[in-house]
């Protein structure tokens, strides 16, 4: 299957200071991205559709200016937790669609365990 | 948009059986529904999927059937393996977007 990747895979900071969060297509190219949220042993929950090009999506109850996201190339979407608190510690996910034809598969990054101090 | 239920949130079961985790949608629109297994602190992977044009499909040990006149599918895996042992979810799509079960988590007992 398709690879998508995320960087970093765990992050610990000091609350008020800002984290982003990359992800990557590896080996195809991604008009769209999805991120989610994932606290311990619940289901997952998109946050917002990142649109290469254009400004990203965000679900309902998705502060957009305390989650921001950038979609700079058909390969990249950053997600930017600004003014980091503690209850956005969280598992932060990804995922794409593997191309054309495809657009209802998602394939998922490894993920982000994001803690806030 | 899609409501996803996912029955049971638990499961055990001895390694050899079978294990049947079921799922209902609510959206008649919905066309495609992938299942995802979660090991811990990873991200999900897709083990198989269904689209709504087919009513069963089966890879190996692990099948999954759709009745859209009930709305509802199901994840099968057959001799099961302590390493199935894992969070499992469905989801359903509205256009692109996925909306997720809330997971079983199913344990193999060797």
């Known amino acids: 299957g398709a690879v998508v990747s995320q960087h970093p895979s765990r992050v610990i900071c000091k609350s008020g200071t800002s984290v982003k969060i990359e992800c990557r297509s590896l080996?195809?190219?991604?008009?769209?991205m999805f991120w989610y949220r994932q606290f311990p042993k619940q289901s997952l929950m998109l946050m917002a559709t990142?649109?290469?090009?254009?400004?990203?999506?965000?679900e309902q109850g998705v502060e957009k200016d305390k989650f921001l996201i950038n979609h700079a190339s058909l390969t990249l979407s950053t997600l930017t937790v600004t003014s980091a608190h503690p209850e956005d510690s969280s598992f932060y996910i990804c995922?794409?669609?593997?191309?054309?034809?495809?657009?209802?598969?998602?394939?998922f990054g490894p993920g982000t365990r994001l803690l806030v101090l | 948009g899609e409501n996803v239920e996912q029955h049971p949130s638990t499961l055990s079961v001895q390694e050899g059986d079978s294990a049947v985790i079921k799922c209902t949608y609510s959206?008649?629109?919905?066309?495609?529904f992938p299942w995802y297994k979660q090991e811990l602190g990873k991200g999900p992977q897709l083990i198989i999927d269904i689209r709504s044009n087919v009513g069963e499909k089966k890879d190996q040990r692990i099948a999954v059937t759709l009745n859209k006149t009930a709305k509802h599918f199901s994840l099968h895996i057959t001799e099961t393996q302590p390493e199935d042992s894992a969070v499992y979810f469905c989801a359903g799509n509205t256009g692109n977007q996925f909306y997720f079960g809330t997971g079983t988590s199913l344990t193999v007992i060797p």
């Open positions: 959206d008649s629109a919905s066309n495609y």
């Open positions: 990142s649109n290469e090009g254009s400004k990203a999506t965000y």
């Open positions: 080996d195809f190219q991604a008009t769209t």
């Open positions: 995922s794409a669609p593997p191309g054309a034809g495809y657009q209802e598969t998602q394939y």
